[in-house]
């Protein structure tokens, strides 16, 4: 099975990294590009004749593309520290100590995790109208629990149970309270596993629609991706201001996936696989 | 701190009380909404419709617009009647009467008329009525009385108004509209909703699309994803950077991944709709997206490139775990490729790849921002599926009992698909609590 690769497989690799890479390759290259080849004649050339920034000044300049990246970056970091606070505990608990009815509260979680956000979406809309919280940051990182908290409690869950608990009973030995024991021994240890959860969690908000698109609809309160796709017009589409937005924001995340790869593959995979 | 505390938790309480925060969350912002939304999908809710913004389960008056209205109208009737003339004045009179008559029978419930001047002083100072003022409760009969007076009062005015006896006839119907918009009637539908989409058509051409989105997309995430976990799977050069850009479709958020996909795919200037058309694989670079066919398929392969990677990961992180001496007896036993494939890769990665499907077919049927931003459910509704089409009716026709009906369908479809796919994995996807 583990044959040496040989060059045609290396030219089958770059061929299926190259597909893979293309639609971003393209984006790229039409936010780089000027209007005149952006459409007609050049629109199919890999070549600029004349590579602009243009796009990413306009969309600074004549859109508030600054402010949609605040407000998404306020919204995830916060949405992030706080489930990440709270399913830490939760998810501690689940996996050192000993208590009756564990298997029942992740089922729940895990049940929650797939509800379809349509199905919560008019009571939350209806509320957060009523309480005036729409178009806040508040009427965002509420709904966005729904995903994030039993994301965060899920994967660290796992990541907790892989640290040996005899550590934990080490402690216990030495007359380590159950608090002690959790900020002394446990969390330095869990801190790997917390970081990678904080990116996926991070990530899952930022990328967030459907919440974004209905609760905060004012200009000054959008986030990225509905701000994004509320670039177009009525009757045309303006395609180099997409594709740069979209390179600024995608840009941040490629480098994060790049540096971080291995912890995010690893917590993207943990659940599914055992060990 | 003090080491043997005898007053503190025990492991069991302190495991409790640990959890207790996030349970509360979780029961309050995600289940309680699922099971509110049921609620509502039983009543006929629309907030486009003053009346209707809220359940109503019996009859009554909206306070806060009674308060705001009632006076005008009273005014209106006045000045008629001061300017009015002859038997034009009497029925004037007459209708100031009974409106008067009607208010004061309406606030001889004394918490009724505390209400009202708690309202008009708050509106007089531009402040929001609280919800628990807003709203009184009503016998059905003396909501009928109300309705019935100015019923006849609307019809008097609007008959005074074409006999030319009213100095102001257009503002008649104003007024009337403002109050008669607070008598509030019980919204409670039943399952009308439900019922009505048992026989609509566009209901179950959604579903239908849901599904084939679905089945197709996952099924060819699946065997790709098997391939490329199989492909990066043996030791080669630059494995990591592989990884790496197989995770960037991931990473991307799902609507920016689609309106990049709606430029490759435009009928005009769309590299990837002129590839296809140079290579023939459609006729007309219009087809991908103005098609019926061709907007489905585009949809399913803009999901397939987003989507795979995390196929491929997780079925990458199965094979790892596959022991190697397997293969190695297998080998000397005389297996080739293609037998040790199904022999022992298959069995060996069953439980991922059941989890994988799992998490791809719940996140396939309920899809919603690939097709909101890349066709938003066109051509002819070819595309649209039944969250677009729960949202559609919510934020569109602003129907929220109607909507919320299909949203509840799709949260019952995804509760079947998971309870289906939990049977044959057993507990296995909770199984490792068991061990302590």
């Keep these: ?275 | 701190m003090n080491r043997q505390n005898k007053g503190s938790l025990s492991e069991k309480q302190m495991g409790y009380l640990l959890i207790l925060p996030a349970l509360l969350i979780i029961l309050i912002i995600a289940i309680w909404p699922v099971m509110r939304s049921f609620w509502i999908s039983l009543h006929d809710i629309r907030l486009n419709d003053p009346t209707k913004t809220e359940v109503h389960s019996s009859y009554g008056l909206d306070m806060e617009r009674y308060v705001s209205t009632f006076p005008n109208l009273l005014r209106y009737v006045k000045k008629e009647a001061e300017a009015a003339q002859g038997p034009a004045k009497d029925k004037l009179e007459a209708i100031r009467q009974e409106i008067e008559q009607m208010n004061q029978a309406l606030q001889q419930s004394g918490e009724i008329a505390s209400r009202y001047e708690a309202i008009d002083q708050l509106l007089l100072e531009f402040k929001p009525i609280p919800n628990e003022l807003k709203y009184v409760t009503l016998t059905g009969e003396a909501t009928d009385a109300i309705r019935t007076t100015l019923a006849q009062t609307e019809s008097t005015l609007l008959e005074m108004g074409a006999n030319k006896q009213l100095a102001k006839p257009e503002g008649a119907v104003g007024v009337m509209a403002g109050i008669t918009s607070a008598i509030i009637e019980p919204n409670y539908v039943g399952f009308a909703y439900y019922q009505h989409f048992l026989t609509d058509s566009r209901m179950w051409a959604a579903l239908y699309n849901t599904f084939f989105f679905t089945v197709v997309s996952v099924v060819i995430e699946l065997v790709l994803g098997i391939a490329i976990a199989l492909l990066i799977n043996r030791p080669f050069r630059g494995r990591g950077l592989v990884r790496a850009t197989v995770l960037i479709p991931w990473a991307i958020p799902t609507v920016i991944s689609a309106m990049m996909w709606k430029f490759l795919y435009d009928g005009q200037n769309g590299i990837v709709a002129h590839l296809f058309e140079v290579t023939g694989l459609v006729s007309d670079m219009g087809v991908l997206l103005s098609t019926k066919a061709g907007a489905m398929f585009s949809v399913i392969l803009a999901d397939v490139w987003k989507t795979t990677p995390f196929m491929a990961l997780l079925l990458f992180a199965g094979l790892q775990t596959i022991p190697h001496s397997l293969y190695e007896a297998a080998s000397v036993d005389g297996a080739n490729r293609m037998q040790q494939f199904f022999r022992i890769t298959l069995p060996m990665l069953k439980s991922t790849i059941l989890v994988a499907l799992l998490f791809r077919t719940l996140d396939a049927f309920r899809v919603f921002d690939l097709i909101y931003a890349l066709t938003g459910g066109g051509p002819a509704n070819s595309t649209e599926t039944i969250s677009i089409y729960a949202y559609k009716t919510m934020f569109a026709q602003m129907s929220f009992g109607e909507g919320s009906a299909l949203a509840v369908l799709v949260f019952l479809c995804v509760a079947l698909i998971s309870i289906g796919y939990i049977k044959i994995l057993g507990a296995d996807l909770l199984g490792e609590g068991n061990g302590k």
């Excluded at chain 1, 600074?60 to 605040?70: C, K, N, S, V």
């Design chain 1, 1 to 275: 099975m583990q044959k040496k690769a040989g060059p045609l497989f290396y030219i089958g690799l770059l061929l299926f990294v190259f597909v893979v890479m293309f639609p971003f390759l393209w984006i790229l290259l039409a936010a780089l590009k000027p209007p005149g080849e952006l459409f007609g004649e050049r629109a199919f050339q890999f070549i600029i004749q004349n590579p602009t920034l243009d796009n990413f000044v306009r969309v600074f300049t004549e859109r508030p593309f600054a402010r949609y990246l605040w407000n998404s970056t306020v919204v995830a970091t916060l949405t992030t520290l706080y489930s990440i606070t709270i399913a830490s505990f939760a998810a501690y608990a689940i996996a050192w100590l000993s208590f009756r009815g564990k298997t029942i509260i992740l089922g729940i979680v895990l049940a929650v995790s797939m509800f379809p956000q349509i199905a919560t979406i008019s009571p939350i809309f209806m509320f957060m109208q009523s309480m005036g919280l729409t178009n806040s940051y508040l009427g965002l990182i509420i709904p966005y629990t729904t995903f994030a908290l039993p994301l965060a409690i899920w994967n660290l869950t796992i990541f907790f149970r892989k640290i040996p608990s005899d550590l934990g009973e080490a402690a216990k030995v030495d007359g380590a309270s159950i608090w002690q024991t959790m900020t002394r021994v446990f969390f330095p240890l869990a801190m790997p596993g917390v970081f990678t959860t904080a990116i996926l969690v991070f990530i899952a908000a930022w990328n967030e629609f459907l919440f974004a698109l209905t609760l905060n609809t004012q200009e000054a309160m959008k986030t990225v991706p509905v701000g994004i796709v509320m670039f177009q017009g009525m009757f045309t589409i303006p395609w180099g201001e997409i594709s740069a937005a979209s390179i600024i924001v995608t840009v941040p995340l490629v480098v994060m996936v790049l540096i971080f790869q291995r912890r995010i593959i690893s917590g993207l995979t943990s659940g599914a696989v055992k060990e």
